[in-house]
């Protein structure tokens, strides 16, 4: 599958410094992991934690799978909100889902940003989730309350109040803190590098093509006719993976996304918040550190390589004319120096997956389908992670899915 397509913005933003080989030879280890995108990254630097012998591989080059499509907003509260996942699960399920979205961005400033070599481009934001329409504005007093009642960090804005820090007139809005924006190529590469120094061994350009499943062991078998000998299988290939365990609660989608020119003495974002709406499709939009704004969205209901990137232009375009009707000062001033578009997987009931192999009892696909795909990985990689090392996560069945 091919994940994304267009002129993509991340890749020319770091430069790698790793260099990962072919795999050569055969290896033995305690856990496989299968792709090199925000999951195997982050699944990568927790196994390099402890004393499990570790191997990862890409079929294709580190980093370049998904993820890079992504705009890196890192945000608590998602497609699903709260108010529905109470409506669909109740308050237990809705809590422990939100808390741990909220407590993994903090997770990761706290205690994963400090261990890496630099900073990944991590900025704490507050977000903005406007009204789309007028009668959006219950959906958001219903929500403001729902959050508020279990302590999230929220607020709400009438109309005047947003006036105040915006050009735009929006009859309502949430503002919840705690989220915040990253370089998520940059993170993959600087998480690959702490794993490679703390024993982790990565191989890209190694395909798997062929199994072999015993009681306790795999034997995956590589296109150059090399072998790995693991007890545990992890599968993070994204999107890729519905097409080896195809789920009726996941579907793919097509997303667009650009990244405009860097623009000097812009003052109309209030706080550089983190932006998105009610609206289904929604747009989200963001700033980055060299002065662009990214803005995506548009989602379309196909996974027609062909056809997602006919549309590609016409996206552009369109996502550039919403930019500038909430910005009318960038009118004449932005450009799409970058436009892409990529797959993104989603659920019908709002939470990511862990999924055991059908054929393998210690072989796991880890789904985090969303628009929080990169918390989601961070949340799914932590407990696959105390599961298999000390047989329970408190979390475990809220995600997994038979």
């Not at 999230?152 to 050009?167: N, S």
Request: glycine letters at 6%; one cysteine or more; charged letters at 25%.
């Amino acid at each position: 599958m091919n994940q994304n397509a267009g002129k993509l913005f991340w890749p020319n933003t770091y430069k790698a410094i790793a260099d990962f080989p072919q795999l050569d030879e055969n290896m033995e280890c305690d856990v496989c992991i299968i792709g090199s995108g925000s999951t195997g990254a982050f699944l990568a630097y927790h196994f390099a934690q402890d004393d499990l012998k570790t191997v990862l591989v890409e079929r294709g080059n580190i980093g370049y799978g998904s993820s890079i499509a992504s705009t890196g907003l890192l945000q608590y509260s998602n497609d699903k909100l709260f108010t529905s996942y109470i409506h669909s699960f109740g308050e237990e399920v809705a809590y422990n889902h939100l808390k741990n979205c909220y407590h993994a961005i903090a997770h990761y400033k706290y205690e994963i940003l400090p261990k890496l070599d630099e900073n990944p481009d991590f900025i704490e934001r507050k977000s903005f989730y406007y009204a789309s329409k007028q009668e959006d504005e219950r959906v958001l007093e219903e929500e403001f309350k729902n959050l508020s009642s279990f302590k999230f960090p929220v607020h709400y804005w009438r109309a005047e109040k947003i006036k105040q820090h915006f050009p735009f007139q929006k009859n309502a809005a949430l503002i919840t803190e705690g989220d915040a924006e990253i370089n998520p190529y940059k993170n993959i590469h600087l998480l690959y590098d702490y794993a490679v120094k703390h024993g982790v061994k990565i191989f890209q350009n190694t395909e798997i093509v062929g199994n072999r499943f015993d009681h306790k062991e795999a034997t995956l078998y590589t296109k150059d006719k090399h072998s790995i000998r693991t007890k545990y299988v992890i599968y993070a290939t994204g999107y890729e993976a519905q097409q080896a365990v195809v789920d009726s609660n996941a579907q793919i989608v097509s997303s667009y996304a650009i990244a405009t020119n860097s623009i000097e003495y812009f003052n109309d974002w209030s706080d550089n918040m983190l932006i998105w709406e009610t609206a289904r499709p929604y747009i989200y939009a963001r700033t980055s550190i060299d002065q662009r704004i990214i803005i995506g969205g548009l989602d379309e209901g196909t996974i027609d390589r062909n056809k997602r990137e006919s549309m590609l232009f016409h996206k552009r375009d369109l996502l550039l004319k919403i930019l500038v009707d909430l910005f009318p000062e960038l009118s004449g001033k932005i450009q799409a120096e970058y436009y892409w578009t990529g797959f993104l997987g989603e659920t019908h009931n709002g939470l990511p997956m862990i999924k055991q192999h059908p054929n393998y009892e210690n072989g796991y696909y880890l789904l985090p389908y969303g628009g929080n795909g990169t918390v989601y990985s961070m949340i799914l990689s932590k407990i696959l992670k105390d599961f298999i090392l000390h047989g329970h996560h408190d979390d475990f069945s809220l995600y997994y899915k038979q």
